[in-house]
T-cell receptor, first 108, second 116 residues
């Protein structure tokens, strides 16, 4: 079993849609959690950290369920510029483990 | 945010030659840097953890004699792919944390290596 698993993609959605990404992790000792965004042939960039209480940044909402070892990312009112690969990242103590990524394509 | 600079961004080399990739933290000191490899449509796979002033820690399955890592200063880590072969062709990317592993990782721009 992979340490971090994400929904397989790609997700193809129209502009304005709401889309949800899911992620599970296997190491219960994991300490911190993130969503990164990676554009084609570019380096990953932090989208948001994920906290137990849940956190929101504009159209983006991230949630963490430690008991279920589950992380989610919700994107509301999708924009064309949201098209990218979204990486679930877990700090498995001492190193970051990346999920395989979920590709999102937002169409006009 | 903090800046990590990676060089070169793209390199093509012949089989059997060695290639050095540099990763610099421009505005902070990084005692630890990380080296990843990414195949097309795949996620980042951690290759090794580079520690300033000491030996790198390699992940299982990564040949330390093949992928030489040197972290001689608090702002520079290098990855040398020795005796490169076509199967070493990949996207290599480094990262560092300005304030510890529980905070944002800053990535270099990545190096696309093609071995012909």
């Amino acid at each position: 079993r992979k340490e971090v698993e994400q929904d397989p993609g790609p997700f193809n959605v129209p502009e304005g849609a709401t889309v949800a990404f899911n992620c599970t992790y296997s190491n219960s000792a994991s300490q911190s959690f993130f969503w990164y965004r990676q554009d084609c042939r570019k380096e990953p960039k932090l989208l948001m950290s994920v906290y137990s209480s849940g956190n929101e940044d504009g159209r983006f909402t991230a949630q963490l369920n430690r008991a279920s070892q589950y992380i989610s990312l919700l994107i509301r009112d999708s924009k064309l510029s949201d098209s990218a690969t979204y990486l679930c990242v877990v700090n498995s103590p001492g190193k970051l483990i990346f999920g395989q990524g979920t590709e999102l394509s937002v169409k006009p | 945010g903090a800046v990590v600079s990676q060089h070169p961004s793209r390199v093509i080399c012949k089989s059997g030659t060695s290639v050095k990739i540099e990763c610099r933290s421009l505005d902070f000191q990084a005692t630890t840097m990380f080296w990843y490899r990414q195949f097309p449509k795949k996620s980042l796979m951690l290759m090794a953890t580079s520690n300033e002033g000491s030996k790198a820690t390699y992940e299982q399955g990564v040949e330390k004699d093949k992928f030489l890592i040197n972290h001689a200063s608090l702002t520079l880590s290098t990855l040398t792919v020795t005796s490169a072969h076509p199967e070493d062709s990949s996207f290599y990317i480094c990262s560092a944390h300005e304030r510890g592993l529980n905070t944002e990782a800053f990535f270099g721009q990545g190096t696309r290596l093609t071995v012909v």
